[in-house]
T-cell receptor
Framework: AQSVTQLDSQVPVFEEAPVELRCNYS??????LFWYVQYPNQGLQLLLK??????LVKGINGFEAEFNKSQTSFHLRKPSVHISDTAEYFC???????????????FGTGTRLTIIP | GAGVSQSPSNKVTEKGKDVELRCDPI?????LYWYRQSLGQGLEFLIY????????KSGLPSDRFSAERTGGSVSTLTIQRTQQEDSAVYLC?????????????FGDGTRLSIL
């Protein structure tokens, strides 16, 4: 079975500084990878996804992530954060087999990003 | 509406009572998912519906949990004889046809509190 590890439960960053949120996955088969953001009292919103092709994926709000197969990682980065980026960020994986039993997303436990003015 | 709609937004009930949570997916989306978000547990998959296929119930934690999807649209998640450990935010998501290239769109969730 696949799993996702987000090592940092909380990350404080000063405004306009760069940030990297770490995500590692384990799976014996090919995977599709996602980052979601959750603002307070809201559902999850898709930031970006890796399905195939270029390993550097760009998403909304200036975020990007790089798929590294050898390190089984999919770290999220932003060169300069803003107060409005304060939220919880979830990494998720879906196995790459086309099978109705594999539609579900497996999520990490989340990283709370706090931007310090 | 344009997004996934969940009701109620908040539900407080006594231990032992049954609760029903409703999800109205985006129009035209054939795939519907339920997840549970608990403190310290992160997001857990509960159940997945795709069209008229048999649902994937592999994430339901016990036989007190069940879900239906009538007419391929609205879904109801039912928890019988609620326990305090059922307290969580229940999130519903939908996607177009459930394909990997189709992102899951989430509702704002139902916050369930068991007293």
């Amino acid at each position: 079975a696949q799993s996702v590890t987000q090592l940092d439960s909380q990350v404080p960053v000063f405004e306009e500084a760069p940030v990297e949120l770490r995500c590692n996955y384990s799976s014996s088969v090919s995977v599709y990878l996602f980052w979601y953001v959750q603002y307070p009292n809201q559902g999850l919103q898709l930031l970006l996804k890796y399905l195939s092709g270029s390993t550097l994926v760009k998403g909304i709000n200036g975020f990007e992530a790089e798929f590294n197969k050898s390190q089984t990682s999919f770290h999220l980065r932003k060169p300069s954060v803003h107060i409005s980026d304060t939220a919880e960020y979830f990494c998720a994986v879906r196995v790459g087999l086309w099978n109705f039993g594999n539609e579900k997303l497996t999520f990490g436990t989340g990283t709370r990003l706090t931007i310090i003015p | 509406g344009a997004g996934v709609s969940q009701s109620p937004s908040n539900k407080v009930t006594e231990k032992g009572k049954d609760v029903e949570l409703r999800c109205d997916p985006i129009s035209g989306h054939t795939a519907l998912y339920w997840y549970r978000q608990s403190l310290g547990q992160g997001l857990e998959f509960l159940i997945y519906f795709q069209g008229n296929s048999a649902p994937d119930k592999s994430g339901l934690p016990s036989d007190r949990f069940s879900a239906e999807r009538t007419g391929g649209s609205v879904s109801t998640l039912t928890i019988q004889r609620t326990q305090q450990e059922d307290s969580a935010v229940y999130l519903c998501a939908s996607s177009f046809q459930g394909g990997v290239g189709q992102p899951q769109h989430f509702g704002d969730g139902t916050r369930l509190s068991i007293l």
